[in-house]
């Protein structure tokens, strides 16, 4: 009996070590499947998309089925907007959360083979790679990292150094364009770290690479940046199939009475617009379509966002922060702004086009009226992936996650107020800064106080009735207010412009 009580206990013992041993594997399998079972994250930045270029807007000449489709399944956000409405600086707001004037970005940056403008490459030549970019804090967590497209913060130095390359800012691939623009049909482009020249359309040939990206690194955790060409100028040649829709289309005007506003020009150039626009659309839909062949949809977050705004005779204008007259006869030069150009704040060249579709998270259908921004993207970005935001002490994140907003929760202490940059360089020179609640907009232009503009954005939201020079104390009492955010705004991000142009209360005063 004894012996038979020995044995019993030796094989319960065996037996329990045996479910231990189980016990102990399956938490091991556990735990390298959840290593392997984070969010992937394919964040979308289009070229020059205007927030009405953009079907789910409401506009009437859109031609945007698969952003639209993406979007009513996910978030939307109503109020979003960038830094900066120019390339460069507000790219530089997107990968940092900080402004552009912090890195010394203040304009487009310049290729060295840029035919009108000189390139100086001690000067705003590249985002400085001691930033900190959110895909930094992605590799560094694991995240297999890539860039496909549109990069435009920098390449090289002059003694052809690649100090300002994607791939020194966190990501593992990058295939694309270093610079601001290519050609929409047989570009050349930076592939396996060499330029090449490839056949087909632009917009075609970059989504096929992001698919490529996805399809190899499938199996791991991926950051994908899809920086589409579109709708950047030139717009065509595009395929027969997205010019179709606008063949035959009259397109509805935003300012058809604008006084002198080339009408026949405005109404062409927005057609090539909307079907560049469309043909980036239309490679959306095969992205998603890769994602969901994969099974990879349902574990991937799909953020959409533009670098900035547009106009198409908005406001008399064409193009972003650096806006042109479109209409028939241009003013003539002044000192500081080349005739036939318009610096600009319009919300029309700040506010973007922007949703995240999150299967499971993001309710179906929701809406966001709350102000966003491009400085909202890393922090956002970085908590998805589930990454603890980085301390560094050079490195002031100054956005704000959105995830709060998209999972409904209550964020009734929510800022709405938004502040603007844009120091133009290129073509003109303007210093300008712009203070925004959700009732006024002031924007001043520290080179030219004449050109100081004030909307009542409430009753004006198109920015039609520059209020500045009203008499009335009520109106003088705004732009008191809102010219002391700006100086705030501008002491908290240490604004060089601050000392350049001795800004202060006197500055104030004196263009009363």
Request: with cysteine; proline share 5%; hydrophobic share 35%.
């Amino acid at each position: 009996m004894e012996r038979m009580n020995f044995v019993s206990y030796v094989l319960i013992d065996r037996f329990l070590f045996v479910i231990f041993l189980l016990f102990c594997i399956v938490l091991t399998i556990d735990s390298y499947a959840g290593l392997n079972n984070k969010t992937n994250i394919l964040f979308i930045l289009t070229d020059d998309q205007a927030s009405w270029a953009f079907g789910a807007s409401g506009d009437p000449n859109a031609n945007t089925p698969n952003m639209d489709k993406l979007a009513k399944k996910g978030a939307i956000f109503r109020n979003a907007f960038t830094t900066t409405p120019v390339c460069s600086p507000s790219r530089v707001s997107i990968m940092t959360s900080r402004y552009a004037s912090e890195y010394g970005i203040f304009d487009f940056i310049v290729s060295p083979t840029h035919s009108s403008l000189t390139y100086d490459p001690t000067y705003n030549a590249g985002l400085d790679p001691e930033s900190v970019t959110f895909a930094e804090v992605l590799q560094k967590a694991g995240y297999k990292t890539g860039l496909v497209g549109k990069w435009h913060l920098g390449d090289w130095t002059a003694n052809g150094e690649k100090k300002y390359h994607p791939t020194n800012h966190g990501f593992d691939y990058f295939m694309g364009l270093t610079g601001g623009g290519v050609s929409p049909v047989d570009p050349e482009l930076e592939l396996e770290g060499e330029l090449k020249k490839l056949k087909g359309f632009t917009t075609d040939i970059l989504a096929d690479y992001a698919i490529k990206f996805i399809k190899e690194n499938a199996d791991d955790n991926f950051l994908l940046c899809l920086n589409t060409r579109a709708p950047h100028t030139k717009w065509l040649p595009v395929s027969e199939s997205d010019w179709a829709p606008f063949e035959n289309m009259d397109p509805i005007l935003p300012n058809p009475g604008y006084p002198d506003l080339d009408t026949e020009k405005t109404k062409r150039r927005m057609l090539e617009y909307l079907a560049s626009t469309k043909g980036m659309d239309r490679n959306l839909g095969h992205v998603i379509n890769a994602l969901e062949e994969l099974g990879l949809l349902e574990n991937t977050v799909i953020i959409f966002f533009s670098d900035h705004g547009y106009n198409m005779g908005h406001n008399g204008i064409e193009h972003k922060g650096n806006g042109k007259w479109i209409t028939k006869t241009k003013p003539y030069h002044t000192e500081n702004i080349k005739r036939g150009y318009r610096p600009n704040l319009y919300d029309n060249s700040l506010k973007v086009p922007a949703f995240i579709y999150w299967e499971g998270v993001v309710k179906p259908g929701t809406v966001i009226e709350n102000t966003v921004s491009s400085l909202d993207l890393y922090p956002t970005i970085v908590e998805i992936a589930g990454v603890e935001q980085p301390y560094h002490k050079e490195h002031i994140v100054r956005g704000r996650s959105l995830l709060p907003l998209i999972k409904g929760e209550n964020v009734s202490n929510w800022d709405n107020n938004f502040y603007s940059e844009y120091s133009m360089i290129n073509y003109a020179t303007a210093f300008l800064r712009s203070y925004r609640n959700q009732d006024w907009k002031l924007v001043r232009d520290f080179m030219d106080p004449g050109r100081d503009e004030l909307y009542h954005i409430a009753l004006d939201p198109e920015e039609n009735i520059n209020l500045i020079n009203h008499s009335g104390e009520e109106i003088q009492e705004v732009v008191d207010f809102l010219h002391q955010k700006i100086i705030e705004q501008m002491k908290c991000i240490n604004d060089p412009l601050l000392d350049e142009v001795q800004v202060n209360r006197e500055y104030y005063k004196q263009t009363k």
